[in-house]
């Protein structure tokens, strides 16, 4: 009755034009976040920044683009990650992995173009190589991303909001 | 509402927005499609489209500089000028349509409704909003709230914190949206790539940084979030074509010079300080990935026994997408009397806080205190029915901002979830029940009564609950959105916040370490 996705109903494709107040991003889902605490889907790239396992001032910038399955992974100061020995590192991996728990399977691979079988796992499918990728700006929008938390709140009204309603739990 | 009342609303034509509605939407349609492909290409349909939506204003003050508008975008040559213009006509028809829903809804409902106070030849006149189709009833001139009560000005409390002065003067961050709103009109929905969207960034963060500005920026972090997302656009199937219409027109508004920034505090002037008892409605939860706002819905009984009030209070907290569901609440956690009222269901005590024309009331945690136990149903049953209705302020009348609370009962609910009052069915929008709270689907389903706010959007009335008389295991309860504003207290809903940890001070410690370098 009130299901406005583009192919939810018969004329679900005319009523997604015509709402204005719709989830256009999908909520993400909610996940840990001490090991890789920032993900996203973004510029051409599944992109992220996991944290060091043995220094917790050093964290490592992985990407991994959409289509060529190219990776990197380097620190936040451009320094290769040892663990690349012609293949994904373990940060990579991890990135991959929360990035499911964040999205889903099926956006992030439909997003790199991935073809994943029943019962394998994203990771295990891509195939690219080495390809150095710039950290600095995935660091720079990691940075931007924490800034959020410090802007300040406000009591004054927010009407352009109302475009954006809260989304719950189906059933 | 009564049957009756349903009946009265849904009964008429045309989406039920009155005569001129359905011709109004078709002329923003023919508009909106223009931007899907860009203005650089209009195809001669899409033009006369264009002009169409110009021809609409030709009785009116706006009709030559709209008519100069259409024939310059036509030809190839967009200034900012045009689109200003264009956007300010898209403006005004959604405002008319707004304001016959309104007042469709007033009547219906036999809600008495606050008149704008007019401040003539105010500077601040907004551009645009002044203007209506002739097919259309005359609205007011837009204009700033007015200062003055009983002819005392008042003084202007300090509601924000101050933080650290703006990087840049908000005149260059707002040309800085002016013409990424413009290179995004010429190229279309269809033609945005990563480059275009990224190019919103730098902009997004200076607005940030400007406390007056936040309107703007809120709207434009989501807004440019969305269209990353749906990148590569190109080949997407289906595009929420009026709703990035909306956005894009209302974003192109606020960054006019002096919108937001009018007046020297940046902060709209309270219409008046009030005291009272606030009797809580309920919650409507807004959010997108950086962003999220509680708004309250209350009536007013104010201290000095005057008519009670409908009334707004709002707390917006930005946040990273990454924190979800129950773990909002936290955000907002230095409101704690509002937090305790809505997760308690008690009645608030406020002194000297300020009320804007709007009818919404900014909020001061310190200048409030939990009072009584107060069931959100019984408010309505009792304090709705009476309670004066706020005004709309000109810039925000668009059929997305109506949000009025009534009170539905008696009804019988059909297979789909629709509320069968009296045999006319009334639509429940329970995609809308936001994820931090208790209210699901399921127990609108069981319930006999609720509160909720009566929404329109794609051409017809919906039901938004916000909290409910229900029948769980035979057993009378009342369930609300805010009931977790405190914390989740069903133990599944605690467990699975504590399995996700704690987002927000995992990100709190990293931006500890990483930011200050």
Redesign the interface.
């Known amino acids: 009755?009130?299901?406005?996705s583009?192919?939810g109903s018969p004329n679900?494709?005319s009523?997604?034009?015509?709402?204005?107040?719709?989830r256009?991003?999908p909520?993400?889902?909610?996940?840990?976040?001490?090991k890789v605490?920032f993900v996203e889907?973004?510029?051409?790239r599944l992109q992220g920044v996991v944290?060091s396992g043995s220094d917790?001032?050093r964290?490592y910038v992985s990407s991994i683009a959409a289509g060529t399955h190219n990776y990197n992974c380097s620190t936040n100061n451009n320094r290769p990650c040892g663990g690349l020995y012609g293949s994904p590192c373990k940060h990579l991996r991890a990135l991959v992995a929360e990035a499911v728990v964040?999205y889903g399977a099926d956006r992030v691979s439909r997003y790199l173009r991935v073809e994943v079988p029943e019962g394998a796992e994203p990771a295990d499918c891509l195939g690219g190589v080495h390809e150095p990728a710039p950290a600095a700006v995935v660091f720079s929008r990691?940075?931007?991303?924490?800034?959020?938390?410090?802007?300040?709140?406000?009591?004054?009204?927010?009407?352009?909001?109302?475009?954006?309603?809260?989304?719950?739990?189906?059933? | 509402m009564l049957a009756v009342q349903l009946a009265a609303l849904l009964g008429g034509e045309s989406g039920n927005a009155g005569a001129g509605a359905e011709e109004a939407l078709a002329l923003l349609d023919g508009f909106d499609d223009a931007l899907v492909h860009g203005l650089a290409r209009l195809a001669d349909e899409r033009a006369d489209a264009v002009a169409a939506l110009a021809a609409a204003f030709a009785a009116t003050p706006l009709g030559d500089r709209l008519a100069e508008a259409a024939d310059a975008v036509v030809s190839g040559s967009i200034t900012q000028e045009h689109l200003t213009a264009l956007a300010g006509g898209r403006v005004a028809l959604s405002g008319a349509v707004h304001d016959a829903l309104l007042e469709g809804l007033d009547t219906a409902l036999g809600r008495e409704r606050a008149e704008w106070p007019p401040t003539p030849g105010d500077p601040q006149t907004a551009g645009g909003t002044g203007a209506h189709p002739a097919a259309q009833p005359a609205a007011q001139p837009a204009a700033q709230p007015a200062a003055q009560l009983d002819g005392q000005p008042v003084a202007q409390p300090s509601t924000q914190p101050s933080t650290q002065p703006p990087a840049q003067p908000a005149g260059n961050v707002l040309g800085g949206v002016r013409s990424w709103l413009r290179e995004l009109a010429i190229t279309g929905w269809r033609g945005v790539d990563h480059d275009l969207v990224s190019a919103a960034d730098q902009v997004i963060e200076a607005l940030l940084a400007v406390p007056e500005l936040r309107r703007l920026a809120v709207l434009l972090d989501g807004f440019a979030a969305e269209l990353r997302a749906s990148c590569p656009i190109g080949s997407v199937e289906h595009l929420p074509v009026r709703r990035w219409a909306d956005l894009w027109t209302r974003a192109l508004l606020l960054s006019q010079d002096g919108v937001l920034t009018g007046d020297p505090t940046g902060e709209p002037r309270p219409a008046a300080m009030v005291s009272g008892r606030l009797l809580v409605l309920g919650v409507d939860v807004h959010e997108h990935g950086t962003a999220v706002q509680f708004q309250m819905h209350a009536v007013l009984e104010p201290a000095d026994g005057g008519t009670s009030r409908l009334v707004r209070t709002s707390v917006t907290v930005a946040k990273v997408d990454t924190i979800v569901g129950t773990a909002l609440w936290k955000l907002p956690q230095r409101h704690k009397v509002l937090l305790a009222a809505l997760a308690d269901r008690r009645s608030i005590e406020i002194a000297d806080v300020p009320l804007l024309d709007s009818g919404d009331l900014v909020w001061h945690d310190d200048r409030a205190f939990v009072s009584k136990p107060a069931d959100p149903l019984a408010t309505a049953r009792l304090c709705l029915p009476g309670a004066l209705a706020p005004a709309v302020p000109p810039l925000d009348r668009a059929p997305v901002r109506i949000a009025e609370p009534v009170l539905v009962e008696g009804y019988k609910v059909t297979k789909d979830g629709s509320f069968d009052l009296g045999g006319t069915l009334l639509a429940v929008d329970t995609e809308r029940l936001p994820d931090c709270g208790p209210l699901t689907p399921k127990l609108v389903a069981a319930s006999s009564a609720c509160v909720g706010l009566m929404r329109w959007d794609g051409g017809r009335w919906t039901l938004q609950p916000l909290a409910v008389q229900a029948k769980v295991k035979r057993e009378a309860v009342v369930v609300a959105t805010g009931d977790w504003a405190l914390g989740p207290t069903d133990p599944k809903a605690a467990k699975a916040e504590a399995r996700a940890a704690d987002a927000v001070a995992v990100l709190q410690e990293r931006a500890g370490r990483l930011l200050r370098r």
């Not at chain 1, 009523?15 to 719709?22: E, G, I, K, Q």
């Open positions: 009755m009130t299901d406005r583009p192919n679900g494709a009523a997604w034009a015509r709402h204005s107040r719709l256009v991003v909520p993400v889902q909610p996940r840990k976040l001490a605490p889907l973004a510029d051409g944290s917790i001032g964290v964040q990691f940075l931007r991303h924490l800034a959020y938390l410090e802007v300040p709140d406000t009591t004054l009204p927010i009407p352009e909001l109302h475009w954006f309603p809260a989304t719950g739990t189906v059933g």
